[in-house]
């Protein structure tokens, strides 16, 4: 018995540990392909060569990784089947436990268009390359009304290639296996896969709004935009939470203000 529980004590630190390695690769090669493209504008051709076999090469290596994880994953599949779907309990008026749901719509009204396809960051890069655009739908034109007079927005968009299932406690990136509740993190795998990111204007065409870095994949569903409004919406006694409790943590930050490093 009691190997038995060591045994399963293991593979969970290994799940924890396997999902890390992902993760922190992810972020490492979109440092690299941003430091690609930067050596081709300055033409450095062999240099750039050799980094674009080491990013693909990079690339296969989180595949088998990836690979490794689902592997993990499977002995527990039929668990997820059998709790998924359930609805949120309430306690009715005699104390009994009663299930309730309620189903709410959303309409799309836009697409976001940026250069990634594959990979993206994981916060809004301010400085990024590439052409980051929120195309609305004709019928809300209109709603952009002075919006130009706003340094920056928030834009609220659908995660719509979310393929992990939902957990209640996640192992955040960079953190060495650090498990936290879905509430307490920036994860995009959420009860609603919503998704919300602060961008700076850069100019408004018609539909169109030109901005800074977007940490979202191309053809990105838009569900709404807000203004950015001094002083309400930035709070000075704001802190870093449980984050500033981890060894290190200004690593960790270099990592959620998309800064690129050596480690």
């Known amino acids: 018995m009691k190997n038995k529980k060591t045994s399963k004590s293991d593979i969970n630190k290994l799940k924890l540990l396997v999902s890390y390695w992902i993760e922190h690769n992810k972020e490492h090669i979109q440092d690299n392909q941003a430091w690609l493209n930067k050596i081709e504008k300055m033409g450095l051709k062999e240099v750039a060569v050799q980094l674009r076999k080491f990013i693909e090469l990079s ?38 436990v009663k299930y309730k749901s309620e189903s709410i719509n959303f309409n799309q009204i836009g697409i976001i268009r940026t250069p990634y396809k594959d990979n993206a960051p994981y916060q809004p890069v301010h400085e990024d390359e590439g052409t980051f655009c929120i195309e609305l739908n004709p019928q809300y034109v209109d709603g952009l009304d002075k919006l130009s007079k706003f340094y920056y927005i928030y834009v609220i ?107």
């Not at 939902?166 to 509740?181: A, E, H, N």
């Not at 901005?211 to 709070?235: A, H, M, Q, R």
């Open 157 to 263: 968009y659908y995660i719509h290639r979310i393929k992990k299932k939902l957990s209640m406690t996640i192992s955040t990136p960079w953190t060495d296996g650090t498990r936290v509740g879905v509430f307490s993190s920036r994860s995009p795998v959420r009860p609603n896969p919503i998704g919300i990111s602060i961008v700076h204007i850069k100019k408004i065409k018609d539909n169109k709004i030109f901005t800074s870095g977007l940490d979202v994949f191309d053809e990105t569903p838009l569900l709404d935009i807000k203004p950015y409004v001094k002083d309400l919406d930035s709070k000075s006694d704001a802190n870093y939470g449980w984050i500033s409790d981890i060894n290190g943590y200004e690593h960790l930050l270099l990592h959620i203000k998309g800064i690129p490093h050596n480690h």
């Open 59 to 96: 690339k296969e290596a989180n595949k088998h990784i990836e690979l490794a994880n689902k592997k993990l994953g499977q002995d527990h599949l039929s668990e997820l089947k059998e709790t998924s779907g359930k609805s949120p309990r309430v306690k009715s008026g005699r104390g009994k």
